[in-house]
C-alpha cells in the first residue's frame, strides 16, 4: 500500500490538484446546502433535517442529495 504524502512531499501540481478539489467540494456542500435550505420540504425526500447532517460526509452527502434527495 502507499504511504501517505505530506504536504511538503508533494509536487506543485499534486498541490494545485489538492487545493482545485478542495475548492470544489466546499463550492458544492455550499450550493446543496443553500438548495436545501430554499426548497420546499414537498420537493425533498426525506426529512430536511436529515439531509443537513449528511452534506458533512464528504464526499458522499453532497453527491448524494443531489442524486436522490431532490424531487424534480
Do not use: H, N
Not at 500500500?1 to 458544492?28: F, H, N, R, Y
Not at 420540504?41 to 436529515?50: D, F, M
Amino acid at each position: 500500500m502507499a504511504q501517505k504524502k505530506s504536504w511538503g512531499d508533494m509536487t506543485p501540481t499534486q498541490k494545485k490538484l489538492v487545493a482545485v478539489a478542495g475548492i470544489v467540494e466546499v463550492a458544492v456542500t455550499a450550493w446543496c446546502a443553500r438548495d436545501l435550505k430554499q426548497r420546499p420540504a414537498e420537493l425533498v425526500r426525506g426529512p430536511k433535517l436529515l439531509w443537513a447532517p449528511a452534506l458533512t460526509v464528504q464526499p458522499v452527502g453532497p453527491i448524494a442529495y443531489l442524486l436522490f434527495g431532490r424531487k424534480r
